[in-house]
């Protein structure tokens, strides 16, 4: 066997063999919408990958947003107010029973600790209920007799 023959025969094969294309780089009309506007695309001329848009230019991601209240978030806040009127606490229950944290799961902690704090507070609220009433309730018969 001629070793020009063998050279000849690989170098015609990495000419004229495609390694690896995928199917959307040749039938771009399968992506979806979305997908066609990703700030990547491959430029057939180079194979490389060349970024669209600017890099300076970047979209914020969902958790970039600070949250509100000094980075505090609604579900801490309303914790921390609840010492000074607890129905905030029922507010952040509610807030947390209403799954608000999946807008944000950052919140999460703050609305939990809220839950937490106001099923504390009932429960202190029906046994000052329940010590109120059974003293009324003495008393009422202390004076009968």
Request: some cysteine; overall charge positive; proline content about 6%.
């Amino acid at each position: 066997m001629d070793k020009d023959s063998s050279m000849k025969e690989a170098t015609d094969l990495r000419n004229n063999v495609e390694l690896a294309r995928s199917v959307t780089d040749k039938h771009p009309d399968l992506l979806r919408p979305s997908a066609r506007s990703y700030p990547l695309f491959r430029d057939s001329d180079k194979g490389k990958y060349t970024l669209i848009k600017d890099p300076e230019g970047f979209q914020q991601g969902i958790y970039d947003k600070p949250l509100p209240f000094h980075g505090c978030g609604i579900g801490w806040f309303s914790f921390l107010l609840g010492f000074l009127c607890p129905l905030m606490w029922y507010y952040g229950a509610i807030l947390y029973f209403r799954n608000h944290h999946r807008k944000d799961p950052r919140e999460r902690a703050g609305l939990g600790a809220s839950a937490i704090a106001a099923l504390l507070c009932s429960v202190a609220l029906l046994i000052v209920a329940t010590i109120l009433l059974i003293n009324l309730w003495s008393l009422r018969f202390q004076v009968q007799s």
